[in-house]
């Protein structure tokens, strides 16, 4: 089995962040299979390729997801996806890298044209 770990500092305090692994853990089993439970801190889960647990505290969480042979060409993209969730809703607010993911969006849905092009109106004119 293959292991993919990511860890990060939050601000929610234990409680919210124990209720939002919790939605996490239920939307991954009803989007594709498999069990949760909780043992203390920590919430296991297992589905068929894949277990691992989730492990809070009240100011940071660590996510290890052992991944199975099967899933093994998908590594890359499960690893992207845990490290953009742990981000989106883990990172602490008003730090630096907690904006650092959405400033990388943003460019990257900018304009796509180069400043030396010129739009054109239905007359022929540069606008």
Same mark, same amino acid.
């Given at each position: /089995?293959?292991?993919?770990?990511?860890?990060?500092?939050?601000?929610?305090?234990?409680?919210?962040a124990?209720?939002?692994?919790? $939605?996490?853990?239920r939307r !991954?089993?009803?989007?594709? @299979?498999?069990?949760?439970?909780?043992?203390?801190?920590?919430l296991? #889960?297992?589905?068929? =390729?894949? +277990?691992?647990?989730? =492990?809070? $505290?009240?100011?940071?969480?660590?996510?290890?997801?052992?991944? @199975? !042979?099967?899933?093994?060409? !998908?590594?890359?993209?499960?690893?992207?996806?845990?490290?953009? #969730?742990?981000?989106?809703? #883990?990172?602490?607010?008003? +730090?630096?890298?907690?904006?650092?993911?959405?400033r990388?969006?943003?460019?990257?849905? =900018?304009?796509?044209? +180069?400043?030396?092009?010129?739009? /054109?109106?239905? +007359? =022929?004119?540069? $606008?």
């Amino acid at each position: /089995m293959r292991e993919i770990v990511a860890y990060r500092r939050h601000r929610l305090g234990l409680v919210k962040a124990k209720r939002l692994a919790e $939605t996490m853990a239920r939307r !991954l089993r009803d989007q594709f @299979g498999g069990s949760y439970t909780w043992k203390g801190n920590t919430l296991h #889960f297992r589905r068929p =390729g894949a +277990s691992g647990h989730l =492990g809070v $505290t009240k100011a940071d969480v660590e996510v290890r997801v052992e991944i @199975g !042979l099967l899933l093994t060409p !998908l590594r890359s993209r499960i690893e992207r996806e845990i490290a953009a #969730f742990c981000d989106q809703h #883990f990172a602490p607010t008003g +730090s630096a890298d907690a904006d650092q993911p959405a400033r990388a969006a943003a460019s990257r849905s =900018g304009s796509t044209r +180069s400043l030396g092009t010129r739009r /054109m109106s239905r +007359s =022929g004119r540069p $606008t």
